[in-house]
């Protein structure tokens, strides 16, 4: 990773193996003995049947809210309203964080591993497949992009991604921009739902915890994973351990959004649309005055 100092070999076995992988479940005990028929029967009338385990409070097909609460349909409308009002419009692209227009909105940044689906993403959110320069090969984004929506009061940032292909100034400018900019607001962090975290994403979760910068966590590229598990409820879940075990200290958001950005309809679009607003305080933006109240 780029972003950070080499990955030593003793955090790697201290830190994130634990962080990655569960615990398993205690073992059965061997000095209890099997229950007879009468022992089964007499609990089953003396107990009343239990309902099958439902899912955890908050948890739905694709989210998973556990800070926050669910937005209302007419809420993912009005999301969906204000990143499509006006045409998007790229602001800047700079290679250096000092050459930044100093404006004045709100603005939120896309970090991710190299090939995690951030371009792609960016462009489903802001309604314009050619605006994010997108790209089988890991590595293409380069530079800090900015793209403003309605009329630029929401910025969006395309920032480089890191590990393979990245390049350690990259990595600089991006943190630069992360611990000073005062219009920034939140990080939203890729990861792809198929693999999971990476050593890398949590050496980034783990810096952006010590340094008290809020970030969220989005998990790409969910359609391959639910083709393949029929689910995305474990993935979730183990999003919600790790951060419950503390690796990202108290700047991440309780709320993980599983989002597609090739599938049909798209999936967790608006939901992350509602995010980006709610980050930037425009979450009682109405279309019919186009102002907040």
Known sequence: ????????????????????????????????????????????????????????????????????????????????????????????????????????????????????GKSTLLNALLGNKKMAYTSSKPGRTRLLNAFGVNEGKVVLLDMPGYGHASREEWGVQVMKYLTTRRQFRRAFVLIDSQHGPKASDLMLLETLGRQAIPYQIVLSKVDRTIAKYKSLQKPLEDIKYLLDTGVGGVSGLGEVIGVSALKNPKVGINDLRWSIMVACGWDTWKEKQGVQY
């Open 1 to 116: 990773m780029n972003y950070l100092p080499r990955i030593p070999r003793r955090f790697l076995r201290t830190r994130i193996r634990p962080l990655i992988v569960r615990p398993p479940p205690p073992p059965l005990r061997s000095d209890i003995s099997e229950p007879t028929p009468a022992d089964r029967e007499e609990v089953f009338l003396s107990s009343p049947i239990e309902e099958k385990a439902s899912k955890p409070s908050g948890l739905t097909e694709y989210v998973y809210r556990w800070d926050t609460v669910q937005p209302s349909i007419e809420q993912l409308t009005r999301a969906e309203k204000f990143f499509k009002r006006f045409p998007v419009v790229h602001l800047w692209s700079e290679a250096k964080f000092k050459m930044i227009d100093h404006g004045n909105a709100p603005e939120v940044a896309f970090l991710g591993r190299s090939n995690v």
